[in-house]
């Protein structure tokens, strides 16, 4: 009953951290599938989201709900702007000019987040911090059930974004094919821009859910080296599979801790990854795609 109930706690903990995993890897997806460009400062993003949360929330003295609220809505601008003032010049450029820019701009990300918040960790008081749940005499932390939730609404509210509104399915018709989107009326640039917006959110949110269980600090984006291993596995493309794939890496993780030498779950991702690229090189949920012309 013990090993029943402690391999119930590594899936949960598993789980909450590979929903972490999964919307960071969101965010590579939805960019990926608009734009075919891969955002690797995709992770420093939720980093300066966590940052924005905790000046809002700890120096302001904001509610966590107001304060995080707000935090998702000034890091989804800082997203919009990013694309419209920057991205958008590298479009047409070589794949590689498109990767050394998003690297650089990580790096930039993490000097300014250093310089203004320092490089200690940081982190703030939320309703989930410190509080466990008796389920069935298994006790969960309710900072892992969050996250768990939140990943889960957040998908529904995505989902309903995606395929009721007018938004959504121009976002969809512009991934789909660029130019048939243009001629039918729709404003691809500013589509594109409110992707990458969209893409910033769901990171800052990634960052807001991971604060009670880690600190806030300016190396925190690199998760998106886990989070790229998870959407490749969940077939990059695809928005389900990002989710799944962060999952699948999370519990892997867990598991890898529990039974194997220390240090070892650390490479997981990188294992799990290697060998889904073995196995199945297009990933769990790879998507046909035609060429956009």
């Known amino acids: 009953m013990h090993d029943a109930a402690r391999i119930l706690q590594l899936i949960v903990n598993g789980a909450a951290s590979g929903c972490i995993y999964g919307l960071i890897a969101l ?11 891969v955002n690797f400062a995709q992770g420093d993003v939720m980093m300066l989201g966590g940052f924005v949360a ?18 998702i809505l000034i890091t989804a601008a800082f997203g919009y702007a990013l694309d419209a003032l920057i991205i958008r010049r590298v479009i047409g450029q070589p794949q590689f000019a498109v990767v050394m820019l998003t690297l650089g701009l ?9 310089i203004t918040w320092g490089y200690d960790s940081v982190g703030f008081d939320t309703p989930f911090t410190n509080k466990t ?33 007018r938004i959504g399915v121009a976002m969809q018709a512009a991934s789909q094919n ?17 992707i990458w917006a969209i893409s910033a959110g769901v990171a800052c949110l990634a960052g807001i859910l991971l604060s ?15 989070a790229f291993a998870a959407a490749v596995i969940g077939g990059f493309g695809s928005i389900p599979g990002s989710l799944v794939g962060g999952v699948i890496v999370g519990i892997t993780e867990q598991f890898a ?28 949920f790879a998507e046909r795609m035609g060429k956009r012309v």
């Open 54 to 71: 905790f000046s809002l929330i700890a120096n302001y003295h904001l509610p966590y709900w107001v304060g995080g609220l707000l935090a």
């Open 212 to 226: 009670p269980v880690s600190m806030i600090d300016v190396n925190m984006g690199f998760l998106g080296i886990k």
């Open 133 to 165: 749940v008796n389920v069935g005499g298994l006790i969960l932390g309710q900072d892992n059930l969050s996250i768990i939730v939140g990943t889960v609404l957040l998908c529904g509210v995505l989902y309903l974004f995606f395929s009721k509104t």
């Open 178 to 194: 660029q130019l048939a989107a243009y001629y039918m009326g729709i404003p691809v640039r500013t589509i594109f821009s409110l």
């Open 106 to 114: 990580g790096f930039i990300f993490r000097a300014a987040a250093g």
């Open 27 to 37: 965010g590579f997806v939805l960019i990926y599938k608009a734009t075919e460009m």
């Open 257 to 284: 801790g529990y039974k194997l030498p220390a240090g070892f779950q650390e490479v997981t991702s990188n294992v799990v990854l290697l060998l889904m690229l073995f196995i199945r090189p297009q990933g769990l």
